[in-house]
């Protein structure tokens, strides 16, 4: 069972900025544009933001849509995380970021504006390498920017996911639901 929650974020990571997707459809483009025209999908990251136990932000209770987007603001796709009943102790934005397969790195490091992180997984045979920035305020909005490299290539995909929080978890998600954008439930990050 750890390998398939091990794959999800890994498909998180890789749907988002490694294209493994297909082309984004005109629903994901509309949603884009509208994700991408409230000032770059994150507001400044507060000093007193409240933090889990092992220093990551803490997103507000609710249903978040994660979206993700091209260096050049292209729409790439989407899924919705329910966050919950203490569901951020558990799978934080850096769990998020740094749950796929075996990791042998994985830094983040406090900012001015956020965070920056570096993080080095690894899936089968397959090495997963990001590098980026964390900001947002976490109880609306937060934006990651990252570069990510994955072997055998050694070409780097850059690109953003934004999240923002669009209300309460529906009553059919409970907290730690990944949905993709069709509402159809990939798993539970928290093993419940």
């Known amino acids: 069972m750890r390998m398939s929650h091990a794959v999800l974020p890994m498909l998180f990571v890789c749907g988002f900025l490694a294209g493994c997707g297909g082309p984004p459809n005109a629903a994901d483009k509309s949603a ?3 994700a991408s025209s409230d000032a770059g999908g994150a507001a400044a990251t507060p000093a007193n933001l409240a933090l889990t136990t092992a220093g990551a932000p803490q997103r507000r209770d609710g249903y978040w849509e994660m979206a993700s987007f ?3 603001g292209s729409p790439m796709t989407k899924q919705f995380l329910c966050v ?6 558990k799978y934080s934005v850096f769990d998020q970021l740094a749950s796929a397969g075996e990791c ?3 830094d983040f490091t406090r900012t001015a504006t956020g965070w920056t992180f570096e993080t080095r997984c690894k899936v089968m045979s397959y090495e997963t390498v990001q590098k980026g920035t964390i900001s947002g305020d976490f109880q609306q ?3 990651i920017d ?5 072997t055998p290539s050694t070409t780097e995909n850059k690109g953003s996911i934004r999240g923002k929080r669009i209300g309460d978890c529906p009553a059919k998600y ?4 990944l949905v993709d954008k069709d509402g ?3 798993g539970n990050m928290l093993g419940a």
Do not use: F, I, M, N
């Open 70 to 72: 091209t260096d050049t």
């Open 32 to 34: 884009a544009k509208d």
């Open 146 to 150: 990252q570069a990510v490299t994955q």
């Open 174 to 177: 409970k907290p730690g639901d």
């Open 104 to 106: 042998s790195k994985k």
């Open 184 to 186: 159809d439930k990939l």
């Open 84 to 89: 919950g009943a203490g569901s951020e102790s």
């Open 141 to 143: 909005s937060y934006r």
